[in-house]
């Protein structure tokens, strides 16, 4: 393999940039040439597709987003305009290509790897959603894991200052895992996940035995994926006389600098997706799981469900009595 283009899709999340320079640098160690394409599968179709070299990844391991910028292109769920991003590869003499986004972006990764006829397909795990298969962590999630604790903390100052109940909202469309992971560090009263129980009722009723015993205020951390903070907030009060704020973090849980572990995180698995192409591996994604980096077939990480931990889910229950 001589030559090899990288690029991000789908939503951003904070250590992007560190795969892609983990990417570049590997390859051209291994005296593999390295595009890298602007705006995800958009500049694929239009074109937009430079040469990078190696002082083109210096000072961004630090950054959040991605400087190749990411966008969301679903017109290339179309063949015909696949066949214009395949011709731009080809063009250029590209046999392998690195995704980094989530299973949307993965899934026009191997439709490209399939039709095209000889390009290589590799997908890197980079959403902050953490709901990718094939890979305990995704690149992203720690940091805004930490974006959301420290919004939290800061939140259950104001909430004991006032004796309000605060419903927070955070990301991770149809996973609960930012809301699980957030809940139980932020020491929340009450997690709701998609994946587990939404009875509201029953969750009036545990807000209510807390204040029975004397509890001033509590914090509730709403999964989008389950309903808004507001539809949360609006629920409660059908069963329980409490004042509650809703904080929607939105945003800001996709940026920021990233975290060590999302630095170290993208580099190995950044790294790990430019050995798989020099091995002719192909529509295959990396991941990581126990600490030991895996490589999983796109199929395979389609066909199964999302990996929520329930165990985890049952503790955080248990320890916000
Ligand atoms: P995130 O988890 O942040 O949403 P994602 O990669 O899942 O990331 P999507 O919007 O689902 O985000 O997909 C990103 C892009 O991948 C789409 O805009 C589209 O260009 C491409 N894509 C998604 N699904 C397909 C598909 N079935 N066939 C071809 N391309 C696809």
Redesign the pocket.
């Known amino acids: 393999m001589k030559k090899i283009a990288v690029l991000t899709?789908?939503?951003d999340?904070p250590g992007m940039n560190a795969a892609i320079r983990a990417v570049v640098r590997k390859a051209i160690y291994h005296d593999i040439e390295v595009y890298g394409v602007y705006q995800?599968?958009m500049g694929l179709i239009n074109d937009n597709i430079k040469k990078l070299e190696l002082g083109s990844v210096g000072d961004i391991i630090q950054r959040g987003g991605t400087f190749l910028y990411s966008?969301?292109?679903?017109e290339?769920?179309e063949k015909e305009v696949?066949e214009k991003a395949i011709e731009n590869l080809e063009k250029r003499g590209i046999e392998g290509l690195v995704v980094i986004?989530?299973?949307?972006?993965?899934?026009?990764a191997q439709?490209l790897s399939e039709e095209a006829k000889n390009l290589k397909t590799i997908g890197v795990p980079g959403?902050i959603?953490n709901?990718i298969n094939g890979t305990d962590f995704t690149i992203g999630f720690d940091t805004a894991l930490n974006t959301i604790l420290d919004a939290v903390d800061k939140i259950r100052d104001t909430a004991s200052s006032h004796e309000r109940t605060f419903i927070i909202e955070v990301m991770g469309?149809d996973a609960g895992d930012l809301a699980l992971w957030s809940g139980l560090a932020a020491g929340a009263e009450t997690i709701l996940v998609p994946e587990g129980t939404s009875d509201i009722k029953e969750i009036a009723e545990k807000i209510q035995q807390g204040m029975d015993r004397g509890k001033k205020h509590s914090i509730i951390v709403c999964a989008e994926g389950v309903m808004t903070g507001h539809q949360c907030g609006e629920e409660l009060k059908k069963y329980i006389n409490i004042d509650t704020r809703v904080s929607c973090l939105g945003h800001i849980q996709r940026g920021g600098t990233p975290t060590g572990m999302d630095r170290v995180l993208a580099s190995r698995l950044g790294g790990y997706a430019v050995e798989l192409l020099m091995q002719n591996e192909s529509a295959k994604a990396v991941g990581i799981k126990q600490n030991q980096l895996t490589c999983t077939p796109f199929d395979d990480i389609f066909s199964a469900k999302h990996n929520f931990d329930f165990k985890m889910y049952e503790l955080a229950n248990q320890l916000s009595i």
């Open positions: 899709s789908g939503g999340s995800g599968y966008a969301r292109c679903p290339f769920k696949r986004g989530g299973d949307g972006s993965y899934r026009g439709r959403t959603d709901d469309r």
